[in-house]
C-alpha cells in the first residue's frame, strides 16, 4: 500500500516537474535580450552612466546632462527597424524619439544604486515598447500619440498640455507603418504585419491635444517649464506625428530645445530660445504637446 501512494507521488512530483520545465522554456522563448550594435556602444553607455551618476542632480538635471553629452550625435534610421525589431542600443546615431528615450534611460539607470548597462537596457524597455515589456518590432511604440498614452498610463510621463489655456484638438488616424509596409522589414511577416495593425486600429481618429505655437513665447508658462521636461512637434502629416522632439533646459528664465537638429542634422543645443525655434520651423509643424517624465 505505502509503496503504490510512493509511486503516485514520484509520478506526481515527475509531471510537476515536467510543466515547470515547460513554462521555463515558454518563459524563454518569449523573452528577448537587447541587441548591441557593438562593444564601443556598451562602453559609451557605461561611461555616460558613471559621468551622469557623478554630476547629480534632479533627474531633469540629469536629463539635460546626459542630452548635452550626447551633442554631436547624428540622426539615423531606427537602429531596430529590421526583421527582428527587438531593442538594439546604437550609439552612433538616433531618431528622433529614440533620442529621448536613451536620454531618459540613462537618467532614470543613472540614479540606481548600481547604475549598469542592464539598468539602462531596462529603463529603455520600459519607455519604448508596449506595456513595458520587449516583444518584437510589434511592441514598439512608433507614434508619438501611442508613446505618449502608454507612457503616461504606466506613470512615466505626465502629460502638460492640458495645464495651459488657449489649445485645441486634431484627430487623426495612425497607419503609417501599415501603409509604407516596404519601409519595415519586419512587415514582411504576416503574423507581425497583423500584430501592427491591430495595434494602429487603437489610433483611429485619435484626438490629438496641442498647443499654438505663439504659447512657447508666453512667460507665464516658461515658469512652469522645468528642466528635462520634453516638447513634441506635431506633424501635419495624415498618418503621423512626430514632426520634432527635444529635451528642454531652462537658462535664464527661458526654454531651449536638445533635439536632433534639422538643420545640422545632429544631437545639439538650440543658440536660441523655444520661441525663436518655432517661428523658423513653424511651416513645418502644427503645434505642439508638453511632456514631463517622472522619476
Known sequence: ?????????????????????????????????????????????????????????????????????????????????????????????????????????????????????????????????????????????????????????????????????GGGFKTKTFDYMTRHKSEFPALADQAVYDQVRMNEMGYRSHRIPHLKKQSAGNKPLHELMLDGDIILMLSPEPDTDIYDIGIIEMKEGEPYLIHVNHEHGSVGVDSYPLSRLFKLEGQHFYGYRWLRPTE
Not at 125 to 131: I, T
Not at 132 to 149: C, H, K, P, R, T
Open 1 to 165: 500500500m505505502r509503496s503504490s501512494i510512493e509511486k503516485k507521488i514520484t509520478r506526481l512530483l515527475g509531471a510537476m516537474a515536467a510543466m515547470a520545465a515547460m513554462m521555463v522554456s515558454t518563459v524563454s522563448a518569449n523573452a528577448y535580450e537587447a541587441r548591441v550594435h557593438c562593444a564601443e556602444d556598451t562602453i559609451k553607455v557605461s561611461e555616460l552612466l558613471k559621468k551622469t551618476a557623478e554630476h547629480g542632480g534632479t533627474f531633469g538635471e540629469r536629463c539635460v546632462f546626459v542630452a548635452k553629452e550626447l551633442s554631436g550625435t547624428p540622426w539615423a534610421p531606427a537602429a531596430d527597424n529590421d526583421e527582428k525589431g527587438t531593442i538594439m542600443i546604437n550609439f552612433h546615431g538616433f531618431d528622433r524619439l529614440g533620442f529621448v528615450n536613451s536620454v531618459l534611460a540613462l537618467a532614470h539607470a543613472s540614479m540606481q544604486k548600481l547604475p549598469r548597462v542592464k539598468e539602462y537596457e531596462r529603463f529603455y524597455e520600459q519607455l519604448s515598447r508596449r506595456k513595458g515589456q520587449d516583444d518584437g518590432f510589434a511592441s514598439q511604440l512608433y507614434y508619438g500619440a501611442e508613446w505618449i498614452v502608454d507612457n503616461v498610463y504606466r506613470g512615466n510621463l505626465k502629460e502638460m498640455t492640458e495645464y495651459v489655456t
